[in-house]
């Protein structure tokens, strides 16, 4: 079983930055991807960044250019810089694996970690 446990949210004003942190249980199956996503309030999950096997990086349209995503997937650690957060960004963000299982590709999710970006 893959165990994922976030770290690093709060309370921030806007313009300020946020690090978080993702670490995992040690994963046996092959890993496609490993990325952060968010939810707010009466919105959808949505990813925010995403790191592929092959080392290449993804991210949302809205956080292009102020967060960063950087982590290791050998080693099962993963990070979120959060730069000039704007109250738009408050979420409950939320760590996750993609691997391979069973023949197909299986998610799994951390508990989640709230953001909060207000003045």
């Known amino acids: 079983q893959v165990r994922l446990v976030e770290s690093g949210g709060g309370l921030v004003q806007p313009g300020e930055s946020l690090r978080l942190a993702c670490v995992s249980t040690?994963?046996?199956?092959?890993?496609?991807?490993m990325g952060w996503f968010r939810q707010a309030p009466g919105k959808e999950r949505e990813l925010v960044a995403s790191?592929?096997?092959?080392?290449?990086?993804s991210y949302g349209h809205s956080v292009k250019g102020r967060f960063t995503i950087s982590g290791n997937i050998a080693d099962n650690l993963m990070y979120l810089e959060m730069n000039s957060l704007k109250p738009e960004d408050t979420a409950v963000y939320y760590c996750?694996?993609?691997?391979?299982?069973?023949?197909?590709?299986?998610?799994?999710w951390g508990q989640g970690t709230q953001v909060t970006v207000s003045s």
């Open positions: 790191i592929i096997s092959d080392g290449s990086t």
């Open positions: 996750n694996v993609n691997v391979w299982q069973s023949g197909g590709l299986r998610d799994y």
């Open positions: 040690r994963i046996t199956y092959s890993i496609n991807a």
